[in-house]
């Protein structure tokens, strides 16, 4: 798994808790709908200032999503 597949499924996950659908997460961070959804798909990674909007909209840490993604990957090497 690289690092975008991990934090895909992280991003999905704590939206999933949060109780938001994509497009209300994209609403309340001022992104396309289908911008988040590349985004947990692995498809596209954030930027610093993405992580930082997405976190606030889901009233959490942004630390917090880069500690799940690191332990999402496990034992797999990272790859960039």
């Given at each position: 798994m690289n690092v975008a597949t991990a934090f895909g499924l992280v991003l999905r996950n704590v939206r999933k808790?949060?109780?938001?659908?994509?497009?209300?997460?994209a609403l309340q961070c001022g992104y396309q709908r289908n911008y988040i959804s590349l985004m947990e798909r692995g498809h596209n990674q954030p930027t610093l200032e993405t992580l930082l909007s997405l976190a606030s909209?889901?009233?959490c840490d942004p630390a917090d999503l880069v500690v799940e993604t690191v332990r999402a990957l496990g034992s797999d090497s990272v790859n960039v």
């Open positions: 808790r949060a109780n938001l659908t994509q497009e209300q997460l909209a889901l009233h």
